[in-house]
């Protein structure tokens, strides 16, 4: 929905919005901006710049975007309070470069990846297609990158929220699923304290619409087994009738999103080990 008072601001000749004018002189630094995602939830004014650097991504906190209602110092904060997750080498989560304080407030700079976001905003459902009718091997190398990322980010204690597939970018070229938001995963012990946490109702599951629940990695594993429906199957029919997968694979994805979580399994290591084990078979 429009926000009634967004306004349209330009940055070398492309259009965004916000609801006041941001602090984007110090983009200069970093060269010419090409790409300008302006509807992010979590408060972030991202970035696509092409200079002296080569492309970036250029993730931007502490101003009023059109679809974030809360305050631009917590929205800077998260970002900021995200680093140290960003920090990690893997394949599946986006490169982080250098972050510091910028305009009104902070700034990530990653390394720009030439893939497309699964749904991106506004929706469109072209690259979901497109992964839905990739050979099965290829599918199964993308899901274990994100699964394999996910287990590593559990077992440092670390529960993902927000999780969706407008966070993830597929690169179809390198056979890559690289996430690119983790600005709001939470540290164990963690509870719902929003009522309806942030994210796409694909992915949340029940206790992230229950204010007070408890979010554990029971939580995460329902994440992880939305977006193997997103490949195989459809989150809003999620009957093994919708799905194009093997079946052995349904199953795993059907158990990790039961609605009671102690339903589902109980660690991101257990979910991955089910699901390398049925795709062995």
């Not at 710049?49 to 931007?60: A, N, P, Q, S, W």
């Not at 939470?186 to 599951?205: E, H």
């Not at 204010?211 to 199957?233: D, I, K, Q, R, W």
Request: charged content about 20%.
């Amino acid at each position: 929905m429009e926000d009634a008072k967004a306004q349209v601001y330009q940055i070398d000749g492309i259009a965004f919005q916000a609801r006041q004018e941001p602090q984007l002189t110090w983009l200069r630094n970093y060269g010419r901006v090409f790409w300008v995602s302006d509807r992010q939830m979590s408060g972030n004014l991202c970035f696509g710049v092409e200079g002296r650097y080569g492309r970036l991504f250029i993730k931007y906190a502490g101003e009023r975007p059109v679809n974030y209602s809360g305050r631009p110092e917590a929205a800077a904060a998260a970002l900021q309070n995200a680093m140290p997750l960003y920090q990690r080498e893997h394949p599946a989560l986006v490169k982080l470069l250098a972050h510091g304080p910028a305009g009104a407030g902070y700034a990530a700079i990653f390394r720009w990846e030439e893939a497309a976001v699964l749904r991106p905003t506004p929706p469109s459902n072209v690259v979901h297609d497109r992964v839905q009718r990739l050979q099965l091997g290829r599918s199964l190398r993308m899901l274990d990158m994100v699964y394999d990322l996910h287990a590593q980010l559990a077992g440092d204690g670390y529960i993902a929220v927000d999780f969706y597939d407008g966070n993830l970018l597929i690169d179809f070229d390198r056979n890559a699923a690289i996430v690119c938001d983790i600005d709001l995963y939470r540290k164990k012990p963690a509870v719902n304290d929003r009522g309806r946490m942030q994210g796409s109702s694909r992915f949340l599951s029940p206790e992230e619409y229950t204010l007070g629940a408890p979010l554990t990695e029971s939580t995460t594993v329902y994440a992880m087994g939305a977006l193997a429906f997103e490949f195989f199957g459809s989150n809003l029919d999620r009957s093994v009738n919708a799905w194009h997968g093997p079946r052995q694979l349904y199953d795993v994805a059907a158990r990790a999103t039961r609605d009671a979580p102690e339903n589902r399994y109980p660690s991101l290591q257990a979910f991955l080990g089910a699901w390398r084990e049925a795709v062995a078979h």
